[in-house]
Each structure stands twice: as structure tokens, then as C-alpha cells.
């Protein structure tokens, strides 16, 4: 944990008490900082109070005198109004701040963020790792992981914190400051929090704010979004080095995953053959963690090295296992169509496993995919709907489980022989109908994995 110890004395409201706002709670009462804490969950609450802590209702009189309020980042700050507590704080002029901000003002790190509507995750993981594989110090945590505030204390010169940052969290830090900054790509999300798509491109942007001579840039140019950032930033640069990485195209300054192979500055330097990172979105992954590993001072070869030993997010196309030789993808992650789409896009001869709670949609966006498709295996309340978008163009059973639709899938794969042929779980759908979280659905898919992979070897003997 880190003490926040330049709030001692202050008293700090913070409301949202997830594992955040705990760890934020925690951190300034162990500065020095009084707390006033609230939350509109009653059970959060309760856990906040089982943590020893008081809870009170975050009205203008429990605000008033308060140095700051620390607000969790799902918690509405300006779309589509201002929480009640944000909006008291406004009116009483205090500043509303996260849990990244506090780290920053304590111990003035060095940071490398990476943003992005997609990506983010994998690429602040696989920086992370490729930096810790070259002996650097590198902790990660924002919106991956730990909390930040639960992260070790780093002196000057010990490393670097690599931070995942929602659009959430960058408009919470307004004293935000990465020597390296990663920008993927913006593609329409979080509207309902932003109101519009140049409000949630100018917080996007901000991943680049203060920037100055020694940083660097590094960003996408295959989304119009993000272009104009970039031309704005090549406009008006400041000095920083700036990156630009595509997988449309081989660029003759900057980063290129094109044609299975990784480009630097229009020169090839490794072919992109990472089991463990599949298909054309993890390859502006790669070249963007990739870019941010050159700008903090490592060599190709360590890069590439590190790359291959990278094992992948759980639940992001992680290898669960496999059974009889054919593999079983879990990308329980994928909760609407557009992250199954990555997914679809990565193999050519699919055992398709989806469903769960429906999203506004259904999956009538996958068509063009529909082709890689050798058969469908049906789950939970989407399966009836899914199965009349799919009609005759996939061959699909309605499973109802997860144990029945593996089941399932994998004798579709017998049957038909096919070498490249993979079971993969992307339900582009939520969990709550039968699990408590994707993660608990991806979980129980490579248990069930593991038991089917035990029982063919057993068979096999």
C-alpha cells in the first residue's frame, strides 16, 4: 500500500467503495487524512463497515471542509448528469479527483499509460511483461489488476508503474503525465457517460496531456478519431517523439503489424507467430507495446524474446487447453459482438460455443464471419434468439449449458476432422443469467476443458 502521507491532516470524502475506493480509503487514513466515506450499495457499505470503516450519506454538510473528493471511476461525473455527490462537490469547490491522481501527486513517478476503446488490457499487461523480462522494474496496475494504491511505493530510479487507463480515469487525473502514452484506437463506447464521440475522443486524447521533450507518443492511425489526434499532436509538438503504429498499412515512420510481420520504420524486424496472441487486433498490440518498449531503451531481439513468452490475459483468447488434439479458446472476456468479432476473426475453423445474457444487438453484426463457422453450440437465454439470426447459414444445436455445449462443439470437431479446426468460447453476451462474472464462466469453462482433456487421456490408455 501507499501511504498518501502529503494528505495528513486533510479530510477526504470518497464515495464508491468497490476495491478502489477501499484501497483509496485506506491509503489516506494511513498518510495522516481523515475519511468520510459513502457509496449508494448497501452492500458495499457493509463491506466498507466490516473494513472498519464508517459510512455516512456524502451530503453538502458531510463535504463542506473536505480537501478533496475522491470519486470511483463508475461513478457518473458529467453524462449524463453529475452524480449527486459530484455535482454537491462542484458547488462547493471541491476538487473531485481518482485514485491515479493521489498516486501521482504522492510519489511523482514514472509512468507509462496505455488507453484505447479496445486492446488496452493486453497491451498494458504485454508492456508490462516485456519490460520485467528485460530486467527493468515494472508494477502494473490502473484499470488491470491492483488497485494503484495497493501497489509498492517506487523511489526515483526503482522502475516504472504501466497503467491501464479507462476514459473514467483519465478524466478523474487531471495532473495526468506518462513519459511513454499509448493511444490504440476510439472507436464509439461509453457515450452514455461522455454524451458525444468528440467528448469521449478529447478524454481519449488526454493520454498525451503534459507531455513534453523525452516523452513519447505512440498511436494508432487506423480509426478517423484517432488521425486527427495524431495530425493535432504532429501539429503542435512540444518536443516529445512521436509514434504512430498501424495494421493497415506499412508505414514508412513508425510501427506496422502487416502480412504477419512486425515493421519498424518500413523495415521488417520479426514475423508475428505468437500462439498466444492470435489474429489482426493483437497485432496493433504488439506493435504498440512494442513501440512503447523501444522508447523506454530496449533492443528488438529482448523485445521479440519477451513477446514470445508472454502467455496471454486470462480469459482474453487464452488457451485453455485441448482435447483430442483440438484446441479450446477461452475468450469468455468477449461480452458483446464486437469483442466476439476480434475472436472470430483470429481462426479459420470454428467451434463456436455463445450465449449467456442477451446484449442489445443479439450478434446480427457477426455475419461476415458467419463463414468461419463450422458450427454453433448454443447457451443460456440468448440461445433461441442467436439461433434464428444464425438459421441456415450455420449449422447450430441449442445446449443450454456450458458442459452440454462443449460437449457438443467438440464432437462437431471429431466429426468433421478439420486440422485447424478450435472450440472456442466467445459468448458475446453477458454472464448474469448462469455465472456470476465472465470471469467465473471462463473459469468453469477450463475446468471443464481440463476434465474432458483428463478423460481422452484415460480413454487413450
Known amino acids: 500500500m501507499i501511504a498518501l502521507t502529503h494528505t495528513g491532516g486533510q479530510t ?3 464515495f464508491g467503495l468497490a476495491r478502489s ?3 483509496a480509503a485506506r491509503a489516506l487514513v494511513a498518510g495522516g487524512a481523515r475519511v468520510r466515506l459513502g457509496d449508494d450499495n448497501a452492500a458495499s457499505r457493509v463491506a466498507a463497515e466490516a473494513a472498519g470503516f464508517r459510512t455516512v450519506p456524502l451530503n453538502d454538510a458531510a463535504l ?4 478533496g473528493l475522491l470519486l470511483a471511476p463508475g461513478v457518473p461525473l458529467t453524462h449524463p448528469a453529475p452524480h449527486d455527490v459530484a455535482a454537491a462537490a462542484a458547488r462547493l469547490g471541491i476538487p473531485v479527483v481518482g485514485d491515479i491522481e493521489l498516486l501521482l501527486r504522492e510519489v511523482a513517478p514514472v509512468v507509462y499509460g496505455v488507453t484505447g476503446t479496445n486492446g488496452k488490457s493486453t497491451t498494458t499487461a504485454l508492456l508490462a511483461h516485456i519490460l520485467q523480462a528485460a530486467g527493468q522494474r515494472a508494477v502494473l496496475g490502473g484499470n488491470i489488476g491492483v488497485p494503484v494504491l495497493d501497489l509498492p511505493r517506487l523511489a526515483a530510479g526503482e522502475g516504472s508503474y504501466v497503467l491501464e487507463m479507462s476514459s473514467y480515469q483519465i478524466d478523474l487525473t487531471p495532473g495526468w503525465h506518462a513519459r511513454i502514452a ?14 458525444t464521440m468528440e467528448n469521449y475522443a478529447a478524454v481519449k486524447a488526454r493520454i498525451f496531456a503534459g ?5 513519447t507518443a505512440v498511436i494508432g492511425v487506423d480509426d478517423e478519431p484517432c488521425r486527427v489526434i495524431h495530425a493535432r499532436l504532429a501539429a503542435g509538438n512540444s518536443g516529445r517523439h512521436i509514434v504512430p503504429v498501424s495494421i493497415e498499412r506499412v508505414l514508412d515512420e513508425g510501427v506496422s503489424a502487416v502480412g504477419g510481420m512486425l515493421h519498424e520504420n518500413g523495415r521488417p524486424v520479426f514475423a508475428l507467430d505468437f500462439p498466444a496472441l492470435p489474429g489482426a487486433h493483437n497485432g496493433q498490440n504488439i506493435a504498440a507495446a512494442y513501440a512503447a518498449a523501444r522508447a523506454a531503451g530496449l533492443e528488438p531481439d529482448a523485445i521479440r524474446a519477451a513477446i514470445a513468452g508472454f502467455p496471454g490475459l486470462k480469459h482474453r483468447l487464452q488457451r485453455a487447453g485441448m482435447v483430442d488434439g483440438i484446441p479450446c479458446i477461452n475468450d469468455s472476456k ?10 472470430l476473426a483470429s481462426f479459420e475453423a470454428i467451434y463456436w460455443i455463445a450465449g449467456g445474457k442477451p446484449k442489445e444487438g443479439g450478434i446480427a453484426a457477426l455475419r461476415p464471419y458467419f463463414p468461419r463457422i463450422r458450427h454453433a453450440s448454443l447457451i443460456g437465454a440468448a440461445a433461441a434468439d442467436f439461433a434464428a439470426t444464425l438459421g441456415d447459414a450455420v449449422p447450430h444445436a441449442i445446449c443450454a449449458t456450458l458442459d452440454r455445449a462443449l460437449d457438443d462443439a467438440l464432437a462437431a470437431a471429431r466429426r468433421d476432422g478439420l486440422k485447424d479446426a478450435v472450440v472456442l468460447l466467445s459468448p458475446a453476451c453477458a454472464s448474469f443469467d448462469q455465472f456470476r462474472s465472465f470471469e467465473h464462466r471462463g473459469d468453469e469453462f477450463i475446468r471443464l476443458v481440463a476434465m474432458r482433456a483428463g478423460q481422452a487421456e484415460g480413454a487413450a490408455a
Open 21 to 23: 475506493g477501499l484501497a
Open 12 to 14: 477526504w470524502a470518497v
Open 64 to 67: 463542506a471542509g473536505c480537501a
Open 334 to 343: 468477449a461480452t458483446n459482438a464486437e469483442s466476439t468479432a476480434r475472436a
Open 211 to 215: 507531455q513534453g521533450p523525452g516523452d
Open 182 to 195: 499509448v493511444l490504440l484506437n476510439i472507436t464509439p463506447d461509453h457515450l452514455d457517460r461522455h454524451g
